[in-house]
DNA sequence: TGGAATGATGTTTTT
DNA sequence: CATCATTCCA
């Protein structure tokens, strides 16, 4: 193929390998992408046919992408029979075709975080247990881990170190929450996303026709980002590989960022073992970033022990400096960096999709939003609350899963009275309640008369035959009609649309926007032609197949230039010429979640490398020396990682001293320790802050601190000076009362604007200083009590 | 039964 | 501060 000369040597070299197992260390921006891109193509013209060759990609978009580009190296008609997509997508659509083998339906649904955590609650609760003790959230993550290192319920209930674990954690009924949770999946014909890989395993555990059916049709293998995959994914390729050992991993040991789901650097480390013919092949020179971003990133990543040694260099030019800018709060943040993007877009012709904004966590973006805003300038913000984790969405959803999969208990619940439809929460109790016994779908109980739990009186069991007639008629067309004239259908026949177009609050409105959206999604999905056959219908299945396992990110924008706002984490694999990493604060980044071992606190580290090689020809990092978070304002010193960056790559902002009562100024408290001896954990003390209240239980700080704490209390009249509660945190917060002086001049009498409400007038203020309330009317609204801590007032002059 | 009001609780990252 | 769950009233 003699596209191939537009590689580099190594590139080309990898490229060009043909069979036998194969390893490329790629370093960040080397272009790995390219390789898999050029190799799958030089696949196909070596004569391999697209359908033998499975490509697992990180992300869905990805994989479009890449096909994209294949398309255009060998021809569209080739590129569109790759099996090519993420691991979960690929074996979903494997698990549909085989799924009787293992007694599912093959249109079961895929529960998504929010459903499996409702399904678990429903367990403990059904099981006696606490959920205090019990916590979803907590019992999801211990089942997932399970499911990820291919531990099912029985092996879970002997193995020992799960055990020990759980006794530890006073959870010694995990186990059991964990056995029926799979049971009531098992009952609706449910898997979550977890099971996607872990039901794949079992098939080709359990069914050595199908192993050798699937090692036979997939020849070629090719994995991207191999040091994220975790144990479960790690024993499918080894699996499907076993015959012909035709695998190619791609990955970077630097960008393993995602443990938290399993993921595994040491199947990366491992992969010489498992295949000792391998070769390893590594591309080091970047051709994404500056010399100065490849320095800098370098340079902070050598402070990790766990590496694969390799040297990225760029023949890239040099580059301007890492500029490190210090706000005063997030606000200040979201300001400096809307203005920078405002006045480089405008100095240096840059579009708006040349910039992104990167964060660690989601809940950040939104200083970002309102100063994007007010500058005008278009963004577009990639994760976070998904559309499709919209309530809105998602019961409209739950709709089309019920019609697709009555067994569905999840969904059921959901909508059986939304629109309300006079069916309570009794009945539906003593509904679930019958199914638990008999260990059938609520749809079954419905579906019998004979099931008819006693108590449900004549009236409500009426209710649920209308509801259970309603939802046959759709099902009954669902295989013929197209996906977007039964979507609209039931959109309008349960009375959805129309219950949210009645709704005239601006929240109300946005919902019913959502829903329109979603339905002009479905619109678009219907008129897309089916791959083989032109002549079917694409059927409301098919969509849900597609859209649960669709990820924001992936949504297609009518406009694309647009500033970008994303987690790190999703920033993943993207690229562009300017970078804000926002939120350098010790405690955010690297995360207070995740800085117990060195373990964590060097995943955290491969995260801030992550972001900083995004950067094509600028990278910014900020920070703020006072964030309001978690309702209050916390005080973090500037994140650790800006000090790693070798210095002669940054530009630091200019330590200015003096700064009102609080005497924030010195960049960082001097020198000094960082960590306080102590536990194994060891927490963080709070530096030379004064002004700042520092730990949980102490009351007032001391000497001059005290002083200058008053004083802010005096400044916004006793608001917010209530002593922290006494709550158990493992790092103390650092809390600080700054004086806003939004409470100020809020009297009787006054005009104040509240967000929601509008222009309204304060009628009375009573309470204590903690909690003053305050009693307004609106003329829109009427009057209101409003507790000052939390209602944003704002004074008219 | 439905809805509003009040209270508890929670924040990492994602398929 | 936002979301959720529970509670309380019509």
């Known amino acids: 193929m003699k596209q191939l000369e537009e590689l580099n040597d190594s590139q080309r070299i990898a490229a060009e390998h043909l069979d036998g197992p194969l390893m490329v260390i790629a370093g960040a921006g080397s272009g790995k992408t390219r390789v898999l891109t050029y190799r799958i193509a030089n696949l196909i013209a070596k004569g391999v046919a697209p359908f033998s060759i499975l490509a697992l990609t990180f992300t869905n978009k990805a994989a479009k992408e890449m096909k994209l580009r294949i398309g255009n190296l060998v021809g569209e008609e080739h590129a569109r029979n790759l099996w090519m997509g993420t691991f979960h997508s690929v074996f979903a659509r494997i698990l549909r075709v085989e799924s009787q083998r293992i007694n599912f339906p093959s249109n079961f649904t895929i529960y998504d975080t929010q459903d499996s955590r409702s399904v678990i609650k429903d367990v403990v609760k059904s099981l006696a247990l606490d959920d205090k003790v019990y916590k979803p959230n907590t019992i999801h993550g211990r089942i997932s881990m399970a499911k990820n290192n291919l531990i099912g319920p029985t092996a879970y209930a002997q193995n020992s170190e799960a055990l020990a674990e759980d006794h530890q954690a006073g959870r010694p009924r995990t186990g059991d929450i964990y056995a029926a949770y799979q049971a009531r999946l098992f009952r609706s014909g449910a898997m979550d996303f977890d099971d996607l890989l872990y039901k794949m395993n079992t098939l080709l555990r359990d069914f050595p026709d199908l192993l050798a059916k699937y090692q036979h049709k997939f020849r070629y293998l090719l994995v991207d980002e191999y040091q994220d995959t975790n144990f479960s994914q790690y024993l499918i390729i080894k699996q499907l590989a076993e015959g012909h050992h035709n695998v190619c991993v791609v990955g970077d040991d630097a960008q393993s960022i995602y443990s938290f789901r399993g993921a595994d650097i040491s199947n990366i480390l491992n992969f010489k073992k498992d295949y000792p013919e391998s070769v390893i092949y590594k591309l080091e020179q970047n051709y994404r970033s500056t010399k100065v971003i490849v320095a800098a990133a370098n340079s902070v990543i050598g402070k990790n022990q766990d590496q694969i040694q390799k040297t990225v260099w760029t023949d890239n030019g040099e580059g301007e400096k890492v500029l490190v800018h210090r706000a005063l709060t997030d606000k200040d943040e979201g300001y400096f960096v809307a203005d920078s993007i405002f006045d480089v877009h405008h100095n240096k012709q840059a579009a708006y999709s040349d910039f992104a904004i990167l964060y660690r966590t989601n809940s950040q973006s939104r200083a970002f939003e309102e100063q994007l805003r007010k500058r005008n300038l278009p963004f577009r913000i990639f994760g976070g609350l998904s559309f499709f984790q919209r309530k809105e969405v998602k019961d409209l959803l739950a709709y089309y899963r019920l019609t697709a999969n009555s067994a569905d208990d999840e969904s059921l619940k959901r909508i059986v009275n939304y629109p309300a439809r006079g069916i309570g929460k009794t009945t539906i109790d003593r509904v679930a309640a019958a199914a638990g016994t008999r260990d059938i779908s609520l749809w079954d109980v419905l579906t019998d008369e004979e099931m008819r739990p006693d108590g449900i009186a004549k009236g409500a069991w009426g209710k649920l035959q209308d509801f259970v007639s309603m939802i046959r008629s759709f099902s009954a067309s669902m295989a013929k009609q197209n996906a977007f004239d039964l979507g609209q259908h039931i959109a309008m026949h349960t009375g959805l649309l129309g219950t949210l177009h009645r709704d005239k609050t601006p929240e109300g409105v946005a919902r019913y926007e959502n829903v329109q959206e979603l339905l002009a999604g479905i619109k678009s999905f219907s008129s897309e032609p089916v791959e083989d056959d032109p002549e079917a219908v694409k059927t409301l299945v098919d969509y849900l197949i597609d859209v649960a396992l669709l990820t924001d990110v ?55 490398y992550v972001a900083l090689t995004r950067a094509k020809k600028k990278a910014t990092l900020s920070y703020a020396v006072s964030r309001f978070r978690f309702g209050k304002f916390v005080q973090n010193d500037p994140s650790r990682f800006i000090e790693e960056i070798d210095e002669q790559y940054v530009d630091l902002p200019v330590a200015t001293s003096g700064g009102g009562a609080s005497g924030w100024g010195a960049r960082r408290p001097a020198g000094g320790e960082r960590w306080s001896g102590g536990g194994a954990k060891g927490y963080y003390k709070g530096g030379g802050k004064s002004g700042a209240v520092a730990g949980t239980g102490s009351r007032a700080g001391a000497g001059g601190a005290a002083a200058a704490r008053k004083a802010a209390e005096k400044a916004i009249g006793g608001l917010g000076g209530a002593t922290p509660k006494l709550k158990k945190v493992a790092r103390p917060a650092v809390v600080t009362e700054t004086a806003t002086g939004e409470a100020g001049g809020i009297a009787p009498g006054v005009e104040v604007v509240h967000e929601r409400f509008g222009k309204g007038k304060v009628l009375k203020i009573e309470g204590d200083a903690p909690h003053l309330k305050a009693t307004v009317f609106f003329p829109t609204a009427g009057q209101k009590q409003l507790l000052l801590q939390y209602a944003k007032l704002k004074v008219l002059a």
């Open 554 to 608: 992936e949504q297609e924008d009518d406009d694309p230039n647009k500033v970008g706002l994303m987690t790190v984490h999703s920033a993943k694999g993207l690229e562009f010429p300017y970078v804000f990493v926002v939120g350098m604060e010790e405690e955010l980044f690297p995360s207070s979640m995740a800085n117990g071992t060195r373990e964590e606190l060097e995943e955290e580290r491969r995260l801030f």
